[in-house]
């Protein structure tokens, strides 16, 4: 037997305009954001209207009549990685007070990926994309993006990176060099000399930043640069367990010290040091970069170089909303965390 057809059409704002007994024009100012005001009594009917009829707004239709729809577009690398979940949730909880909707696309660490995701949205007409990772160095990319971000800007719409400064758009930018700088005089004075650097891709801004302010960091202590080995490698969890397995394998004194360029990796390179049967802090002092809120879960406590990534996320809504004559660079400062995983600090 056939199942029936009980679908029905969605109620349109005629459809509530006629509920309530009002104009067209009343019920779309009510439910579209108009500025202009709308007599209490006639926007109540037409707000229990709508809900009696279940209406939903047509994004589209906005589009078309403003130029914009009230989404807001996020473009992270990988969502599975908490340092992006926590930005991205720093912006969901901006937007939905702004009352904006955030979408959210993921790159999959692909610039290619991410250009393509951005001309995507723009087809969308959000009224902001907010890109969030690491640049590469890679020219060509580079100007297919920026290309891509400036004409979404010139058909009204408004770019935040939360990302390395340097290109056209408002900025939130974490200070990699500076935190990774601190963290390693810090160590250099604790006494850890035979020090190691999982280094993630040689092409990735974010990589290359906290391993110059690491390296820059034991110089500035007395400990130069040669002193100092980095070791490339995706810039995951597994990527960090494979670099340890290399290190392990090379001939040669152990190092005391591995600095992993963000946490994820410095976990995956404690998972490695467990499975050589060596215990992270004991036999090598292990130290990441981010601190992520998974690492309240790490035994032990992984000593690190703490981001507001949440800030990061609402701050880049608030440059989104509030939209400058001139693109804003914002500097969020980086602080060392000691735990555990490094004993001589403590």
Same mark, same amino acid.
């Given at each position: 037997?056939?199942?029936?057809?009980?679908?029905?059409?969605?109620?349109?704002?005629?459809?509530?305009?006629?509920?309530?007994?009002?104009?067209?024009?009343?019920?779309?100012?009510?439910?579209?954001?108009?500025?202009?005001?709308?007599?209490?009594?006639?926007?109540?009917?037409?707000?229990?209207?709508?809900?009696?009829?279940?209406?939903?707004?047509?994004?589209?239709?906005?589009?078309?009549?403003?130029?914009?729809?009230?989404?807001?577009?996020?473009?992270?690398?990988?969502?599975?990685?908490?340092?992006?979940?926590?930005?991205?949730?720093?912006?969901?909880?901006?937007?939905?007070?702004?009352?904006?909707?955030?979408?959210?696309?993921?790159?999959?660490?692909?610039?290619?990926?991410?250009?393509?995701?951005?001309?995507?949205?723009?087809?969308?007409?959000?009224?902001?994309?907010?890109?969030?990772?690491?640049?590469?160095?890679?020219?060509?990319?580079?100007?297919?993006?920026?290309?891509?971000?400036?004409?979404?800007?010139?058909?009204?719409?408004?770019?935040?990176?939360?990302?390395?400064?340097?290109?056209?758009?408002?900025?939130?930018?974490?200070?990699?060099?500076?935190?990774?700088?601190?963290?390693?005089? !810090?160590? %250099?004075?604790?006494?850890?000399? @035979?020090? +190691?650097?999982? &280094? $993630?891709?040689?092409?990735?801004? *974010?990589? #290359?930043?906290?391993?110059?302010?690491?390296?820059?960091?034991?110089?500035?202590?007395?400990?130069?640069?040669?002193?100092?080995?980095?070791?490339?490698?995706?810039?995951?969890?597994?990527?960090?367990?494979?670099?340890?397995?290399?290190?392990?394998?090379?001939?040669?004194?152990?190092?005391?010290?591995?600095?992993?360029?963000?946490?994820?990796?410095?976990?995956?390179?404690?998972?490695?040091? !467990?499975? %050589?049967?060596?215990?992270?802090? @004991?036999? +090598?002092?292990? &130290? $990441?970069?981010?601190?992520?809120? *998974?690492? #309240?879960?790490?035994?032990?406590?992984?000593?690190?170089?703490?981001?507001?990534?949440?800030?990061?996320?609402?701050?880049?809504?608030?440059?989104?909303?509030?939209?400058?004559?001139?693109?804003?660079?914002?500097?969020?400062?980086?602080?060392?965390?000691?735990?555990?995983?490094?004993?001589?600090?403590?």
């Amino acid at each position: 037997m056939a199942r029936e057809d009980t679908r029905r059409p969605p109620a349109t704002l005629h459809d509530v305009a006629r509920e309530a007994g009002v104009s067209l024009a009343t019920a779309s100012r009510t439910l579209n954001g108009s500025t202009r005001k709308v007599n209490d009594e006639y926007r109540a009917r037409v707000l229990t209207a709508a809900e009696a009829l279940g209406y939903v707004p047509n994004l589209q239709a906005q589009a078309v009549a403003r130029g914009r729809t009230t989404t807001v577009g996020i473009i992270v690398a990988d969502i599975t990685d908490p340092y992006f979940s926590q930005i991205a949730g720093g912006i969901i909880t901006a937007t939905d007070a702004e009352g904006l909707v955030a979408t959210i696309g993921v790159s999959g660490r692909d610039p290619e990926r991410e250009v393509r995701l951005v001309s995507a949205l723009r087809a969308q007409r959000p009224s902001g994309i907010v890109l969030v990772g690491s640049r590469v160095a890679d020219a060509e990319l580079t100007s297919r993006l920026t290309s891509q971000l400036r004409d979404f800007e010139a058909e009204g719409g408004h770019v935040v990176l939360v990302s390395q400064a340097g290109l056209p758009f408002d900025t939130i930018a974490f200070d990699n060099i500076e935190g990774a700088g601190a963290l390693a005089r !810090r160590l %250099a004075d604790a006494g850890y000399r @035979r020090a +190691v650097v999982l &280094a $993630g891709p040689e092409e990735l801004l *974010t990589s #290359r930043e906290r391993t110059q302010g690491f390296i820059e960091g034991y110089a500035a202590a007395g400990h130069p640069s040669p002193s100092l080995e980095a070791v490339h490698s995706a810039f995951t969890r597994d990527g960090g367990y494979e670099a340890m397995g290399r290190l392990l394998d090379q001939d040669g004194e152990r190092p005391d010290l591995v600095f992993a360029v963000n946490d994820v990796m410095a976990v995956g390179a404690m998972a490695r040091l !467990r499975d %050589a049967g060596l215990e992270p802090g @004991r036999d +090598v002092a292990v &130290a $990441g970069f981010d601190d992520i809120e *998974t690492l #309240r879960d790490v035994s032990p406590g992984l000593t690190t170089v703490r981001l507001p990534l949440e800030q990061g996320g609402t701050t880049a809504v608030e440059l989104l909303v509030r939209r400058a004559a001139a693109p804003s660079l914002v500097r969020l400062p980086a602080e060392v965390v000691v735990r555990a995983s490094t004993p001589a600090l403590r």
